[in-house]
């Protein structure tokens, strides 16, 4: 039981360039979720879905678009880099009000 | 927006001691609040979480206590080892009605180091 696996671990782009960060879990959760954590801060809510075909706006979703196709699925896309997108990323899922999380990509937007 | 925050950003303590960890809220209508542990290079990692029917709540060495009168909830570590040095954050949620499971907010955090 892999629970939420992100990939890649680690990328950076330059200003202007997409992106995909993938995110699965295998937990069988209906409810996924894209946070960003800047340094020193806790985590910001971007988008969340509350199961395949329904996605929502978060706290911070400008420059950022999702999609959810299957249940285990819920990958960010970041259509023009900018450096304030520099941040990790984290997914989550949950059954219900639990959050188990990923441990993240590490952007950075040179 | 409303938003949850730390009393203290950092924490140092000696292994063996007892650690508190201090979080306040400011959303009134939050019914439900988790604390995560987070390592350097590792997502956050649940470790208690509490419902705003309760005053408090025990794990295995941690304990959480919620103070609703004064929007404020701490949590304890009993024995605190050098594996507990972290970031420690809470969150909270407002959960009646089930439409807002997940969409958590994060305080900012409290580094926890523990010397040997």
């Known amino acids: 039981n892999a629970g939420v696996t992100q990939t890649p671990k680690f990328r950076i782009l330059k200003i202007g360039q997409s992106m995909t960060l993938q995110c699965t879990q295998d937990?069988?959760?209906?409810?996924m979720y894209w946070y960003r954590q800047d340094p020193g801060m806790g985590l910001k809510l971007i988008y969340y879905?509350?199961?395949?075909?329904?996605?929502d706006k978060g706290e911070v979703p400008n420059g950022y678009n999702v999609s959810r196709s299957t249940t285990e699925d819920f990958p960010l896309r970041l259509e023009l880099a900018a450096p304030s997108q520099t941040s990790v990323y984290f997914c989550?899922?949950?059954?219900?009000?639990?959050?188990?999380f990923g441990n993240g990509t590490r952007l950075t937007v040179t | 927006g409303e938003s949850v925050g730390l009393h203290l950003p950092t924490l140092s303590v000696q292994e063996g001691d007892n650690s508190i960890i201090n979080c306040a809220y400011s959303n009134s209508a939050s019914d439900y609040f988790i604390w995560y542990k987070q390592e350097s290079g590792k997502g956050p990692q649940f470790i208690i979480d509490i419902r705003s029917n309760m005053d408090k709540r025990q794990g295995q060495r941690v304990t959480v206590l919620l103070n609703k009168t004064v929007k404020h909830l701490s949590l304890q570590i009993a024995a605190t080892q050098p594996g507990d040095s972290a970031v420690y954050f809470c969150a909270e949620n407002r959960i009646a009605g089930g439409t807002s499971y997940g969409k958590l907010t994060f305080g900012q955090g409290t580094i926890l180091t523990v010397h040997p």
């Open positions: 879905s509350v199961g395949a075909g329904i996605t």
């Open positions: 937990m069988n959760h209906n409810y």
């Open positions: 989550a899922s949950s059954y219900e009000a639990l959050p188990h």
